[in-house]
């Protein structure tokens, strides 16, 4: 299989939203692109403790620092489609258990070209079995031992059992190609746009200008990561012109400034899945009525004012709207106030006592819980917030409960449903577990019929959206801010290409 | 007992106190829910790759043995290396350090002349005017919160007066290049402090000058500034002096919020950090910094105290 008709199609729209997004977001001034100055953008960090190993990455901002010193082979469009980066080109044979790779020309900051060599040591790097590199559950599938390097641009990749959406492997969260032999990052040196200057851990990295990027050089001369924790200090970094970027604002701020002219207020649309995440297997959400019940009595208009001041849109209790294989033709859930009050007295479960899990692991959790507990007390559920631990928060829940907050940034859907929603999925925070369900994924990711994929994605969909555990309230909004000076940021959901990507901005 | 034999006892015990608060924070640091591994985890919490991480960070050793492993570094001066990072304490506690001390250093040295001076303005000026104002001033400022006091001076003098940076987001390591970074910290951090002192100040100033010592004093045809500063002020200052070392403590505390609002990555970032990450080498290592300045401080007045009191007071 050649490099297909999506993914060319989906790397012509990056490059055409690229160039939506280069009309001036908020100023008046000429829309062509700058050379020059330091960009200087804050993000959350993650103090001292901040490392420049790209495949550590966990944080946003150790994410988008990453993306500006290291390239993936691929990466998430603004459609989470696999658009190439230092893969030219994939193809597969007919059985889909080996993949040639075909590596574009491209150079580390040292000079030396990137080689099929660098990519097997980052691999293995990541897959090691000692290690506990974020990706690893990613690159499982690949049989490192039998995959070799065809000449210095082409990888061929033995896979342990067939797999059609290997693409996605390629574009993994922190899945990021170093030169061979690294294994120390004070100084890295990547392929990426932006080449190594100085760091202080939980204060600030610069990076510089690589003028011999392969996707074109970046317009600024220098990019400067600030970290500032608290969201104010975010804001009044750009508002007193001492950043120009700041990543990750709320809703209340957004409206604050949204016409004050101070700063520009940018939203990364269907950036953030918003859920409940009911577990199936236990009582009382063992019972598909219960959930059904659970489904209509949700608000979800409400939800999104109330909690994500409005800026997001509704969801359908599935994951990746808009996202490449979603199952937008199943109708839209509308809350039925009725029909889930006589669901829940069927189920025999009225004035039922039920503990919410919620805690401050991220924004917007406590709020939704509490909005959440009311909607359902008005159908005669007696649901109530217990607010937990913020910084072990996803152990506690994995496990526990019956009933918890869930968000989840952009990824593809196949990733969603494998790293779920199947039996053996590692965080399966649901217990969704169904062997008919673990045969249609076995079944689509084995077809290289793309339309066939499509039809059994689909199925699962309306599977999930029947029954499933996952009460997908809405898709919040990434809110940023930005000073009046900052050009051609893109809209495009956080963690996929376009989002935090500074190599294609400029300062006006 | 003479001065050295009583500054050794308490160096001992200094040690002692300072080994005694790292390891009640170790084990209150265990009671918290979860540990490293599972903060790590994050948002992945695949009970493999916890366990994994657990067993790379040597978190499934008993915690009496990590306990026992620490006090013998300790003893060596080896902090240990960060859990997270796999940084060297010693080097994380290096980056720190420079910018708590430039605001516990600058807030010590503006607040004596700051505070005495006030306090003995508004005794001179007894219920006139400026007294009523300064008293107004001080307690208003008083009992507003350092967190809330930084916001509100962010808001106003940075953001909409423009007239200081609102933060020191992107500042050089030695804060001292940039002066302006400063004032609003400083200001914060001195609030407080300067009402309490100052309080006590006037109030014992106007004792003073009230006192007998101080109109015979006048009666003999001492200028009343001679007055007020060779004689009252001394008396008037031994509360004021008390309440100075308090705040050295409470200075560490008062740091903690400052740094987080004007995002200074001090000593008090670095333990907010570490907490939640669980990272209880570098945890620990703070603690003793803290314990020892404490401990060193309470030490340095005490023997002062010692010198000064003559022999048959004890």
Known sequence: MRLDRRAFLSAAAAVALAGCASQPTGGTTSTQPRRGGRLRAAFAGGGA??????????LFLEASRSKA??????DYGTDVSIV??????????AELSTWRITLREAAFHDGKPVRAADVLHSYARIADEKRTFRAKANLALIDLKNSRAVGDRTVEFRLKRPYAEFPNVL???GAYIVPEGADEFARPVGSGPFTFGSFQPGRSLLVRRNPDYWDGAPYVDELEYLIANEESARVNAVLGGQADYAHDLTPATARTHEAGGRMSIIRLSNSGMQAFAMKVDRPPFDDPQLRKAMFLLADRSQLIDSVLGGAGQVGNDLFGKDYLYYAADIPQRTPDLEQAKWLIGKAGAT????QLDTSAAASGFLEAASVFADQARQAGLEVSAKVGNKDTYWADVLNKGTICCYRSGAMPIETHLSQRLLTNSTTNATKWARPEFDALYDQAVASPDEARRREIYQDMQRTLHAEGGFLIWGFADWLLGTSPRLRGVANAPANTLDWARFDKVWLG | MNLARYAVRRVLLGVAQVVAVASLVFVLTEALPGDAAVVLAGDIPDEERIAQLRAALELDRPAVERWADWLAGLAHGDLGVSLVSGRPVTGVLADGLPPTLVLAGLTLLLLVPLAVGAGVIAAVRQGGPLDRALTTVTVGLYSIPEFALGVVLVAVFAVRLGWFPPTAVGAPPNLLEQPALLVLPLVVLLARPVCSISRLVRAGMVDALNSGYAAHARRLGLSPWRVRLAHALP????????QLARTTDWLLGGVIVVESVFVIPGLGTLLNDSVSARDIPVIQALCVVFATTTVVVNLAADLGAYRLVPGSAR
Do not use: C, T, Y
């Not at chain 1, 490392?51 to 966990?58: C, E, G, R």
């Open chain 1, 49 to 58: 403790q901040e490392s420049l190993d790209p495949h550590l990455a966990n």
């Open chain 1, 69 to 74: 010193m290291f390239d993936k082979l691929a």
């Open chain 1, 84 to 93: 190439p980066r230092l893969a030219s080109r994939w193809e597969s044979d």
């Open chain 1, 171 to 173: 574009a993994a969260f």
């Open chain 1, 351 to 354: 004035g039922l006592q039920i």
């Open chain 2, 235 to 242: 008396n008037a200052l031994a509360p004021g002096v008390q």
